[in-house]
């Protein structure tokens, strides 16, 4: 073998590994990203799930506090359209009507 096909050889032997490395960085940072984009989607509902079943608490109290004031119950849908907090003040409102009765 001459010098200059041994060089070559060596050049090309240092370039894939080059290119090797290259490649499984990629592969690592797309594989973390993947993975903390599954953690996020799975806090995000947890969090969501959690959310909706207080709003569903929240819901049925104020729509019992009316039942308890004897007035219309406001429909669930018109409730499910309000924010938590409004929902906790609408409550806290209500609650206060009753002890006060």
């Known amino acids: ?3 200059n096909e041994l060089e070559r050889e060596r050049y090309e032997s240092r370039r894939k590994a080059q290119l090797d490395y ?3 960085i990629k592969a690592a940072r797309i594989a973390g990203l993947m993975e903390g984009e599954a953690k996020g989607e799975a806090k995000g509902e947890a969090k969501g799930r959690v959310e909706g079943r207080v709003e569903g608490v929240k819901i049925g109290m ?3 506090l009316e039942r308890i004031l004897n007035r219309p119950e406001t429909p669930t849908e018109q409730l499910a359209s309000f924010s938590l907090d409004e929902l906790t003040r609408i409550a806290d409102d209500l609650q206060r009507q009753v002890l006060t009765r």
Do not use: F
Request: glycine content about 0%.
């Open 1 to 3: 073998m001459t010098q």
């Open 22 to 24: 290259n490649t499984d």
């Open 62 to 64: 104020i729509q019992t």
